[in-house]
């Protein structure tokens, strides 16, 4: 079968690949690019566990063919921390241990990160709600409703931070 030549960015990263009209952007991440934090729970969209967002909105990548993302922006766990430094959702899922097995825990971290890039201050339903895609057999949800509320808060306080930083600039 002839491959199909993609050229997209990947955390930040201009990426070339080569695959099968048939392959989805979850096995392309997974198979192709060694990007193995997004997981393959359900293959149907059911699950949320492939969670990455794709110029910025969160897409089930089982769900995306690996030839759609030609041109695009493609973020995934692997870019979530700053280096060493972990994101404050990262620390607050470490924190308040909102996760057992963690098979679920990048697609949470994905979607939860999404919200919060558009809504710094969710509400507890807001939050349920942003993560309903998103399953988890271990945890029984409410650590993870916990931290990413406690995230928010964090992030919030940084963004003050930083504007009172800039203003006395
Ligand atoms: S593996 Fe994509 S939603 Fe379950
Ligand atoms: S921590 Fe195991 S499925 Fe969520």
Redesign the pocket.
């Known amino acids: 079968m002839k491959g199909i030549a993609v050229s997209t960015t990947v955390n930040g990263d201009a990426v070339e690949y080569v695959c099968h009209g048939r392959e989805t952007l979850?096995d392309v991440l997974r198979n192709h690019l060694g990007l193995t934090g997004a997981k393959?729970?359900?293959?149907?969209?059911?699950?949320?566990?492939?969670s990455v967002t794709l110029d910025g909105e969160l897409v089930?990548s089982?769900l995306v063919l690996g030839a759609e993302v030609e041109g695009r922006t493609v973020e995934t766990i692997e870019g979530m921390a700053d280096g060493d430094k972990l994101h404050p959702l990262q620390k607050r899922f470490l924190d308040g241990a909102a996760l057992q097995c963690g098979i679920c825990t990048p697609g949470f971290l994905i979607a939860a990160k999404a919200l919060l890039d558009r809504n710094n201050n969710p509400s507890e339903s807001e939050i349920r709600y942003a993560l309903a895609g998103n399953l988890c057999r271990c945890t029984g949800y409410d650590k993870i409703v916990r931290a990413v509320s406690a995230a928010a808060g964090d992030m919030r306080r940084q963004q003050k931070a930083q504007a009172r930083r800039r203003a006395t600039r």
């Open positions: 979850l393959e729970g359900c293959g149907t969209g059911d699950c949320g566990a492939c089930c089982c």
